[in-house]
């Protein structure tokens, strides 16, 4: 199952469905409880979709104030 979702080359060209597996996971190896409660899964509509990039935007947020990375800017 992993491989259907993670194959190399995979963001060669823009790839939505891609983005949103990728960071749903690994957001729930940073914070897995928060993550479950924050990020809408599975994502079954656009709704769910938008709801999903606001929570993952919220949830950098989060972590960038507490840890003090590097900002996050979204590119769409």
């Known amino acids: 199952m992993f491989s259907v979702f993670f194959f190399q080359g995979m963001f060669k060209v823009p790839n939505k469905k ?18 479950a409660k924050m ?20 949830f950098l947020m989060e972590i960038n104030t507490v840890s003090n990375i590097t900002a996050v800017l979204h590119l769409y």
């Open 39 to 58: 990020i809408p899964w599975p994502l079954i509509d656009k709704k769910g979709e938008s709801q999903f990039r606001t929570s993952v935007r919220m």
């Open 18 to 35: 891609g983005f949103e597996n990728s960071m749903r996971y690994l957001l729930s190896i940073v914070e897995p409880e928060k993550c």
